[in-house]
């Protein structure tokens, strides 16, 4: 098994930042890949990062490129998604997850944290 907490969610205005933490325990050399999905009120839970674990190849859904920033710190187990000029649209529960893949998939990651809430207002 794998543990996910993810941090770092809040209120931020239209064109601010946010980085959102994940710390991983428990069986860590299982993993191959960590993700961030989100989903929003009413919608289907969404792709939005990932990266290899120990290996730093990362992929980002195209709405996000170059606004978000996926990494690793391996000395603390922990994946970061820094969020820049965020949107409104950007306002959903962020979740991390741990996956056997490096994909979009979200049925190909197999561990999932509770999530933290991302609001953008204007």
């Known amino acids: 098994q794998v543990q996910l907490v993810e941090s770092g969610g809040g209120l931020v205005q239209i064109g601010g930042s946010l980085r959102l933490s994940c710390v991983a325990s428990g069986r860590i050399f299982s993993i191959y890949s960590m993700g961030w999905f989100r989903q929003a009120p009413g919608k289907e839970r969404a792709f939005v990062a990932a990266?290899?674990?120990?290996?730093?190849?990362?992929i980002y859904a195209n709405s996000m490129r170059g606004r978000f920033t996926i990494s690793e710190d391996n000395t603390q187990n922990m994946v970061l998604l820094q969020m820049n000029d965020l949107k409104p649209e950007d306002t959903a529960v962020y979740y991390c997850?741990?996956?056997?893949?490096?994909?979009?998939?979200?049925?190909?990651?197999?561990?999932w944290g509770q999530g933290t809430q991302v609001t953008v207002s204007s």
């Open positions: 997850a741990a996956g056997r893949a490096l994909v979009f998939d979200p049925e190909l990651y197999d561990y």
């Open positions: 990266i290899r674990w120990n290996g730093g190849e990362a």
